[in-house]
């Protein structure tokens, strides 16, 4: 079965530097992977999305993922954190015909 | 346009009591997603529609759990006998059904609390 694996349950940035948070995907076949954001009492929000082709893709709010299908990896990066960028965030792959399989989120706190 | 509203925003309950949680998908999608998001946790998938039927209601934990969307809009998410294992945030989303990776548009989520 497909899973996603997110090591960090929470990452501390300053606000300004860059920030990389980490996503793991088991899947047998070419994955269709996704980023999403989470804020207090908002809904997933899709950051940027993964299909087919080049393997860095660039999404809203500044953030990009590179896919590495030799480490199954799929990496969130943005190379300076705003304050606004505090939220939950969250990895995907696509399961079934079409449902998600998410990891168990990352939670980024931005210090001044 | 709107987006997916789902309600009510909170909802309490007594172990043992029937609840159900109505989502409004954006207009035209046609299909639609229940999640179920614990403390911690990623959201998991429950069922999802295409049109009216249940395409997949693998996620379902129990027979406490059902979902309908009998005009293939609005779809309500029914829980009987709730548990307090229950408590979660139901999240629901559409997506416009064209294709198996087409982005799914979360709407705020329900959550409900058993006690």
């Known amino acids: 079965a497909q899973s996603v694996t997110q090591p960090d349950i929470h990452i501390t940035v300053s606000e300004g530097a860059s920030l990389e948070l980490r996503c793991n995907y088991s899947y047998g076949a070419t994955p269709y992977l996704f980023w999403y954001v989470q804020s207090p009492g908002q809904g997933l929000q899709l950051l940027l999305k993964?299909?087919?082709?080049?393997?860095l893709v660039q999404g809203i709010k500044g953030f990009e993922a590179e896919f590495k299908r030799s480490q199954s990896s799929f990496n969130l990066r943005k190379p300076s954190v705003h304050w606004s960028d505090a939220a939950e965030y969250f990895c995907?792959?696509?399961?079934?015909?079409?449902?998600?399989?998410f990891g168990k989120g990352t939670m980024l706190l931005v210090s001044p | 346009g709107a987006g997916v509203s789902q309600t009510p925003s909170n909802k309490v309950t007594e172990k043992g009591k029937y609840v159900e949680l109505r989502c409004d998908p954006i207009?035209?999608?046609?299909?639609l997603y229940w999640y179920r998001q614990s403390l911690g946790q990623g959201p998991e998938f429950l069922i999802y529609f295409q049109g009216t039927g249940a395409a997949d209601d693998s996620g379902l934990p129990n027979d406490r759990f059902f979902a309908v969307r009998p005009e293939g809009s609005v779809s309500t998410l029914k829980i009987q006998r709730t548990e307090r294992g229950d408590s979660a945030v139901y999240l629901c989303?559409?997506?416009?059904?064209?294709?198996?990776?087409?982005?799914?548009?979360f709407g705020p989520g329900t959550r409900l609390t058993v006690l």
């Open positions: 995907a792959v696509v399961s079934g015909y079409s449902t998600l399989t």
């Open positions: 207009s035209g999608h046609t299909a």
């Open positions: 993964y299909f087919s082709g080049d393997t």
């Open positions: 989303a559409s997506s416009p059904g064209t294709s198996g990776i087409d982005e799914q548009f």
